[in-house]
């Protein structure tokens, strides 16, 4: 075959003109955390890469680049694809969720449990993105790290020490650019391409709202170190400036106030996949990396090299065009698409998430045989554990409102608590914030004034997740598949006890909050109501348990063991029963890495562009 050389550009979209090469070292699927960085690794490793993404680039947009206006990002049809999925394979327990999502008959959406004659049950939302950067280019940039128990389970699963934490730790102190700390702070990076950042403390000590809660909240979770006892304006602002990523060796023993760490610059805005990209470009115009936006992935071509070898790719089907996936709100079934096609001259390399990397093998030929056969797909290798292992972290909260509206709620910070449920880290990642926060539904949130308190919060390592599913609808490449998260199986009562804690913290907060400061009496609207005392542990259980929502599926191409016929990748990323295919994105995580998987995700970019550097010598 031959190749030309694919000079550096960023095709910005149809209209424009490209030359398309004829074959490239390497393919990379989706720009996210995952495949953005390592499209730019590879291509810095001396390598002709291209990138497709199915998006557009809108990382200069303020709407993308301001951390306030997250949510808004979250519910722009620009970037947006719509997912829908379940719970439980209960429809009765489905129908309990108060935000469930219906297709009204003029086409708009309905969320609630009393839809109008005619409605479509479309099932609860999960929004995901499409765009140059991937989920990280909308998230709340949350910039947390894992447990290391997280990093040395998959080490002990696969016998491969590189996972083992202090190697991983290594990795994120070579990516990480931390803009929050004295340069040269143990267990830190400042030289790497990820800005990392913190909000200021120079709130904390004024006589504000954000105050009177900082210290209800410290007085809650912090056993002072000091002579009296008493938390003070000086202990506060040490507790809101602590580095919640440390090297301590007891770090996922810690608990208490922490400060809230984000992948954003100097300056406080969003720092995503698309900067790095875009840097890269622009430092070495001669870089061999081409990025192909609006370019979605439809087959992979295969080359049964001969019967004693796997099937090996040999090239890639895709069109261009915007919003050619259905589950994008703008989809048009009459739009023109352009058919493309590339050779894979070394290796192709998916990173299309948690939900679309699983569909993209299985339409290929890669997953269980008889949900292919089943949609007429040729097998090409039976791997039973593609799309199956889906797991996420259990979200939920407290709702309350105040007697007056917040003044000066001060910057953000986070609380860490270790439940009577935990076996041995701390399980909880909780925050405070004067808006309504209860999952996501189209248009979310809903708009509860100035006088609302969330405690939100983020149960860690549930031991009744990675039990659902993504399947497929049909042959279709671009029907969105079937998700079922079957949330709250087995260890489900560990799970909503520890949910029940971080619920019970949240009302102890509320209880010392003191009426002078005229904020007090609450009035709870969930999981209880009134004082927030009306109701039983069984009760705030239930509720929760019916009202969980998640926002970071992980597992469904999860990396295992050689023997472990559940395993769809083994330790260096690469997919069974196939050769010159790996995955690369949260999808791998045989557990849900921590409260935020973006970080661990960036992380293991950097650890496959290693790898596959060195199979490539």
């Not at 990397?357 to 008889?370: D, F, M, R, W």
């Not at 019970?504 to 002078?516: A, G, H, P, W």
Request: proline share 6%; aromatic share 10%.
């Amino acid at each position: 075959m031959l190749r030309s050389v694919v000079a550096s550009s960023l095709i910005l979209g149809l209209g424009m003109n490209y030359v398309a090469s004829q074959e490239v070292d390497y393919i990379v699927v989706g720009s996210g955390p995952g495949g953005g960085p390592l499209a730019v690794d590879l291509a810095k490793g001396g390598h002709t890469v291209l990138l497709l993404e199915a998006g557009s680039d809108l990382s200069d947009d303020p709407v993308y680049t301001n951390m306030g206006r997250s949510t808004e990002a979250s519910n722009d049809a620009r970037t947006r694809w719509d997912f829908f999925v379940k719970h439980s394979d209960d429809p009765e327990r489905e129908l309990k969720y108060k935000h469930m999502t219906w297709r009204k008959t003029d086409g708009s959406f309905y969320v609630g449990m009393d839809p109008p004659e005619g409605a479509e049950q479309l099932g609860i939302y999960y929004p995901r993105a499409a765009a140059l950067g991937g989920c990280a280019i909308h998230n709340a940039a949350v910039f947390h790290l894992p447990s290391e128990d997280n990093w040395n389970y998959i080490a002990d699963i696969t016998g491969d020490d590189s996972w083992r934490a202090p190697e991983m730790r290594k990795i994120f102190e070579e990516i990480e650019n931390c803009l929050y700390l004295e340069n040269g702070t143990a267990g830190h990076g400042f030289t790497g391409y990820l800005d990392s950042n913190q909000g200021p403390n120079t709130w904390v000590g004024n006589d504000t709202d954000g105050m009177a809660l900082l210290r209800a909240v410290a007085e809650s979770s912090t056993n002072v170190d000091n002579s009296t006892g008493v938390i003070s304006d000086a202990d506060l602002k040490t507790l809101v400036a602590r580095d919640i990523n440390g090297p301590e060796s007891d770090r996922d023993q810690l608990t208490g106030i922490f400060g809230m760490a984000t992948h954003t610059d100097a300056a406080g805005n969003r720092y995503s996949p698309a900067n790095y990209i875009k840097q890269a470009l622009e430092e070495n115009p001669d870089l061999p990396l081409e990025v192909r936006l609006n370019s979605f992935l439809t087959n992979i071509q295969w080359d049964q090299l001969s019967a004693e070898q796997p099937p090996a790719v040999m090239a890639v089907d895709y069109v261009s065009g915007p919003s050619a996936y259905k589950a994008d709100p703008r989809y048009d079934p009459n739009q023109n698409l352009t058919a493309g096609f590339s050779w894979v001259a070394k290796e192709l390399i998916i990173a299309g998430g948690t939900f679309n990397t699983p569909q993209i093998l299985k339409l290929s030929g890669i997953g269980p045989a008889e949900e292919l056969k089943k949609h007429n797909i040729t097998v090409v290798s039976d791997v039973p554990g593609v799309g199956e292992n889906l797991g996420d972290n259990y979200e939920g909260g407290v709702l309350s409102m105040a007697a007056r509206p917040f003044e000066n709620m001060g910057g953000g910070y986070v609380v860490q608590l270790k439940t009577s449920a935990s076996e041995k880290n701390r399980d909880i990642f909780l925050w405070t914030m004067n808006g309504g926060f209860e999952g996501f539904w189209p248009g979310y949130p809903d708009n509860y004034g100035p006088n609302v308190l969330t405690f939100p919060f983020v149960h860690m390592d549930a031991r009744s997740t990675n039990e659902g599913s993504v399947t497929l609808r049909s042959a279709d490449p671009f029907e969105p598949p079937e998700i079922n998260f079957r949330f709250f199986g087995n260890g489900s009562d560990q799970d909503l006890q520890a949910m029940l804690e971080a619920a019970k913290f949240s009302e102890k907060v509320k209880n010392l909050i003191s009426e002078r400061d005229g904020i007090a009496p609450f009035d709870e609207q969930h999981p209880c109501t009134g004082d927030g005392a009306g109701c039983s542990d069984d009760e705030i259980k239930e509720y929760l348990k019916l009202q969980t929502y998640s926002h970071h599926a992980t597992g469904t191409c999860a990396i295992g063991a050689a023997d472990d016929p559940m395993a769809v990748l083994d330790s260096r990323f690469r997919v069974k029963g196939v050769s010159r295919l790996r995955v690369v994105d949260a999808s791998v995580f045989p557990k849900p890495p921590g409260a935020f998987p973006v970080l661990p995700t960036f992380m293991i970019s950097k650890k496959a562009a290693k790898v596959i550097l060195e199979d490539a010598q």
